[in-house]
Each structure stands twice: as C-alpha cells, then as structure tokens.
C-alpha cells in the first residue's frame, strides 16, 4: 500500500478519488441526517417530494464533488512539479492523512456556511425595508442577491478546505525525486476543461431554474433529470470530445490554469453567441409566432442542438485560442 506508484499521475488519481469519494459520503449523510433527525426533518421531508428539490440538491453534490475533485488533481500535481517528483515515499499515508484532514475540513466548512447563512439571512431580515426598496420584492436582483453570497462562500471555503488537505497531507511524506514529474497530458487538459464549463453550466442552471420557478409552475421529475441530469451529461462528453480533438498533441509549459481557463472561455462565449442568436431570431418573428413556438416541444429539442454546436464551436476557438500548435515535441518535453 506504501510502495511508490509507476505512473507519474497515480497519485494525483488516488487522492482525487479519495477526496471525491469522501466529499461524496458526506455530503448524502448530511442529506439524510437533515431528512431523518434535523430539527426541520418534517419540513425537509415535505421540500424533498418536489422534484425540482430533489433535482437541484443532487446537483448541488455533483458540483461539490467536480469542485473538490478539481482542486485537489490541480493541488496535487502543483506540488510534485514544484518538488520535482512524480511520486512520495508512502502514498497510503498521504491518502490516510488526506481522508482524515478532508474529513475534519468538510465538517468544519458546513458548520462555518451554516453560520454564515443564518447570520446572512438574519442580517436581510433585519433590513428587508431597505432590501426591499433596493433590490424588490421578486425578480433577477433580488434572487441574486439571495443566492449568489451563500454560494459564492461555499465554493471558496471548498476550494480553499481541498487545497488545505493536500498540502498537510504532503507534510506527511517525502517526494521520490527521482521519479518522473507529471505533465500535463491532452487528455487531463481536455476533460479538465469539460468539467470547469460543466461547473459553470450546473451553476448557472441552477441560478435560471430558480428563477423561473419562481413564476412557472413545478414541472415533473423526467423535466428535472433532463434539464438538470441528462443534458448536462451529453455536454460534458461533447465538450470533452471536441476538447480533446482540437488540442495540439503537446501542451508546452502549459498547465492546469489554461485548461480552467479554456473551459470558462468556452462556456460563456457559447452564452454570448446564444443569447445573440436568440435576439435574432426573436425580432425576426411576431408575437404570435413567438407564442407557438415557445408551446412546442420541437423547439426545446432543437435548442438543444444549436446550443451544442455552440458549444463545440467555442471549444475549439478556445483550444485555438490558448494553446499553440506545434509540428513536433520539444526535446525536453515528457512523454
């Protein structure tokens, strides 16, 4: 179990799983302790036989888990590439140690955000008179402004409490220097890039679905899966796959910031050409027509598909846009 791995990015891949795995136990057991015995456990109950609830909560989790599992790859090959080393002398222990940190930070993070909300909503209680004149009673801003602080604290004190694991996990062993250091391959910068736009897409369809719940009335579980499961999935393997193909095959010095980077650019040019798009086609129509269109199915399904060849068409302008081809490997570029 200690004995040093062959493979330069086995240990980014066994402390990944690790975070991930345990990021995932612990957030279904905070789950099942809020609908079991919390102290709103009857109401929780009742919140969870909506399916948009149940939709957005695993959401939540699977973000929570691409989130860690991110921050902690990236962690994790930052320090070997530092140290020079593509391996440490006792791998179990740096998991073990990995796992008892995380678990101490995950709850330390959910005691701190459920402070912080409750003294965030306290304080908007307090002032709803000027909340209220500032920001409305309902619409975008003031969902926003209900919305975006919570979870804007939540992803910071997760990717700050992932890359606090790794690092006194890292106390614990000692890098094997002569062990090859781990590069940046095509196929981590591709699915890398695919999961930080499936990060922002998650977010900000959770974001819209809230809001447009606020004014539709609740659609079904199947709506849900799709809007929120299914969809988001076959994106991520478009993006992944276009990702992949339109990257140069070797990366240079280019690391785990211009795959993040990629991504994010990928995603919100795809927002910009879609909405124009959108603009477009909604001033080229009549009212009516626009009311036929918006009741019919078909529309939805075809939205689907241009919003993916969106979305390949900006993966590949991003891949373009942030890497530079080149014929042939540098000499002293990894294997």
């Known amino acids: 179990m200690n004995l040093p791995t062959a493979h330069p990015n086995a240990l980014a891949r066994r402390l990944t799983t ?16 809020l609908v079991s ?5 009857a109401l929780t109950r009742e919140a969870f036989a909506r399916p948009d609830m149940v939709a957005s909560t695993v959401v939540n989790i699977v973000a929570g888990c691409i989130l860690v599992g991110l921050t902690t790859w990236g962690a994790t090959q930052r320090w070997l590439r ?26 330390l993070i959910s005691t701190g955000l459920a402070l912080l909300q409750h003294g965030f909503y306290t304080l908007i209680f307090k ?15 003031r969902m926003l ?10 992803i910071l004190l997760t990717i700050l409490g992932s890359w606090l694991a790794v690092r006194i996990a890292a106390w614990s062993v000692t ?113 009516s027509q626009l009311m036929r269109t918006a009741a019919s199915y078909t529309t939805s399904v075809v939205s689907v598909l241009i919003y993916s060849v969106l979305l390949a068409l900006s993966c590949y302008l991003g891949a373009r846009l942030f890497y530079r081809r080149r014929a042939t490997p540098p000499e002293s570029a990894s294997a």
Not at 86 to 98: I, Q, T
Not at 183 to 190: G, N, Y
């Open 82 to 107: 530092r140290h020079n080393a593509g391996d440490v002398d006792r791998p179990g222990r740096m998991v073990a140690v990995l796992l008892a940190v995380s678990l101490v930070l995950f709850v």
């Open 37 to 41: 015995a919390g102290p709103l456990a």
């Open 175 to 287: 890098p094997v220097a002569a062990a090859q250091a781990p590069s940046l391959q095509r196929r981590h910068a591709a699915w890398i890039a695919a999961l930080t736009l499936l990060l922002w897409q998650l977010h900000v369809a959770l974001v819209i679905g809230l809001y447009f719940m606020t004014y539709a009335g609740s659609a079904g579980m199947l709506e849900h899966a799709i809007g929120y499961w299914i969809v988001p999935a076959l994106l991520l393997a478009l993006a992944a796959w276009v990702c992949l193909r339109s990257l140069p095959p070797v990366l240079g010095v280019a690391g785990m910031g211009r795959a993040i980077a990629h991504g994010t650019f990928a995603f919100w040019l795809t927002q910009v050409l879609g909405i124009g798009l959108a603009l477009l086609i909604i001033w080229s129509m009549t009212w």
């Open 145 to 154: 402004l209900m919305a975006l602080p919570p979870k804007l604290c939540a």
């Open 18 to 33: 690790a975070a991930v795995g345990l990021q995932l136990l612990g957030a279904i057991l905070v789950q099942l302790y």
């Open 127 to 141: 002032h709803k008179e000027w909340v209220n004149q500032a920001f409305g009673y309902y619409g975008a801003r």
